[in-house]
């Protein structure tokens, strides 16, 4: 499974888009890129997945660049309650269930 | 529709005694996953079962740690002899099927206390 680095913690305030940029230099040709989220004494919650390209959903925009060494996830106009840790997961070649989440974003928004 | 359930949600045990945490799939869904997560740490693969099968132990301790997922019932990921270092967030997903692109759906942790 391809190791992923991203930022340790990000401050914004409400109204900004958010970009959190995760790196993957190692993924494999049939890797799948997932962003998870999760909130203070909760289980993780799936926001979005993506190949190639740019997928976009009601919550959040991916952005994967033709290399797909890194990924772009894309919080439009943030509010207090998208204040959560955000994983980036890269797999699914060889079983996306053994994914490997990392410490993730602490990401904070402030009023 | 109800999500992934898991209970106890907090448990509270003394040293060497046994924990036992329960996680009903969603409706559909016939393959579980058990994570754990200690403070400030991401979660960790711990085990991934079928309806009566054990398809991938490789992340779960060898000793004092065992899993199962019954034809009928929750599955129950069970600790003996439980040590302070137990103590964690467990967490179990559960999928339609095999996670090898699409979505884990996540219960709301099962903590576990050691005294």
């Known amino acids: 499974l391809a190791k992923t680095t991203q930022p340790i913690s990000m401050d914004s305030y409400e109204g900004q888009e958010v970009n959190i940029t995760c790196s993957h230099n190692n993924i494999a040709t049939n890797d799948y890129i997932t962003w998870y989220q999760q909130f203070p004494s909760q289980g993780p919650r799936f926001i979005i997945q993506?190949?190639?390209t740019k997928v976009t959903n009601e919550v959040a925009s991916l952005f994967i660049p033709a290399d797909r060494k890194s990924s772009t996830l894309s919080l439009p106009r943030v509010s207090l309650s998208d204040t959560a840790v955000y994983y980036c997961?890269?797999?699914?070649?060889?079983?996306?269930?053994?994914?490997?989440f990392g410490t993730g974003t602490r990401l904070k928004v402030l009023a | 529709n109800a999500g992934v359930m898991q209970n106890p949600r907090h448990l509270v045990r003394r040293r060497g005694q046994e924990a036992r945490l329960r996680c009903s799939p969603m409706?559909?869904?016939?393959?579980v996953y058990w994570y754990r997560q200690l403070p400030e740490e991401g979660l960790k693969f711990m085990v991934y079962?079928?309806?009566?099968?054990?398809?991938?132990e490789s992340g779960m301790p060898k000793e004092r740690f065992s899993a199962e997922f019954p034809k009928e019932g929750p599955s129950i990921l069970r600790i003996q002899q439980v040590v302070r270092g137990d103590s964690a967030a467990y967490f179990c997903a559960s999928s339609p099927s095999a996670a090898d692109t699409g979505e884990l759906f996540f219960g709301e942790g099962s903590r576990l206390t050691v005294l």
């Open positions: 409706k559909g869904h016939s393959h």
């Open positions: 997961l890269v797999g699914g070649s060889s079983g996306t269930y053994k994914y490997i």
């Open positions: 993506g190949y190639k």
């Open positions: 079962l079928q309806k009566e099968n054990i398809i991938d």
